[in-house]
């Protein structure tokens, strides 16, 4: 077979040079396109590409699946995260070949809090590595139990508060339901506190959910309620 002749001005500076050869690396953007070839012609594959990845978080206390877009899939290939920071390595439990350009990666629970590039290797050798990232993190954990918070005498002035953990910063929020009335939660620390200043005039139990949410944008939800109550007012009149 007759070999197309590629002149200087069709290969782009240093780009193809023996170890590209050996070792399986000559991609297209190596060769200029007027040179009219591809490393097709010197029998080589061409690497896969990574678009995206959805989710980008990934609960580090179940796991989950990551859904990669890119192009060049051959199956079945291998799918790694590789930390940030350490260098660890965390192997995906399981890898489904959907086509050329989608895979599933199923990512293992334990696998160690902290942010990861997404690499995949093809059977060939030849690998891709995300230029985004993806985050491993534990979602927030209450440590207040559910249910009732204690209650508060009508007029007076109120202190409970309430907790969660996580591997980062918490804030919390009030997503249903109400708080008493002149009470409020402190975003950054779960405290409630303030002066009651409703209108009940009966004993009355607010009910509510708050939300933990931590950096990654992972969220625990909790129901809670505080009891607003009101003394007895006597009066009466003698003849």
């Given at each position: 077979?007759?070999?197309?002749?590629?002149?200087?001005?069709?290969?782009?500076?240093?780009?193809?040079?023996?170890s590209k050869i050996a070792d399986n690396t000559i991609v297209d953007a190596d060769i200029a396109s007027n040179a009219g070839i591809s490393p097709s012609k010197f029998g080589l594959s061409t690497p896969p590409t990574l678009t995206s990845f959805t989710p980008t978080t990934i609960d580090d206390d179940v796991g989950g699946n990551i859904t990669i877009t890119g192009t060049g899939y051959v199956a079945i290939p291998q799918v790694t995260l590789i930390n940030t920071s350490t260098g660890a390595?965390?192997?995906?439990?399981?890898?489904?070949f959907t086509s050329a350009t989608s895979l599933t990666a199923g990512l293992p629970s334990g696998g160690g809090s902290g942010i990861y590039k997404v690499r995949v290797e093809n059977p060939d050798g030849l690998a891709v590595q995300s230029s985004s990232t993806l985050t491993y993190s534990s979602d927030p954990t209450w440590s207040t139990a559910a249910g009732s918070l204690g209650s508060v005498a009508k007029g007076a002035s109120g202190s409970f508060s309430v907790s969660a953990s996580s591997d980062s910063t918490i804030s919390y929020s009030v997503v249903s339901g109400a708080l008493p009335?002149?009470?409020?939660?402190?975003?950054?620390?779960?405290?409630?506190t303030g002066t009651e200043s409703g209108s009940d005039t009966s004993e009355t139990a607010y009910s509510f959910t708050i939300r933990a949410?931590?950096?990654?944008?992972?969220?625990?939800?909790?129901?809670?309620?505080?009891?607003?109550?009101?003394?007895i007012t006597e009066g009466g009149g003698f003849n």
């Open positions: 077979m007759a070999l197309t002749k590629i002149t200087s001005s069709g290969i782009t500076d240093s780009a193809v040079n023996t390595i965390v192997t995906a439990s399981t890898v489904t009335t002149g009470l409020s939660l402190n975003s950054s620390t779960g405290a409630i949410t931590d950096a990654e944008s992972q969220t625990a939800d909790r129901a809670f309620s505080i009891t607003v109550s009101v003394g």
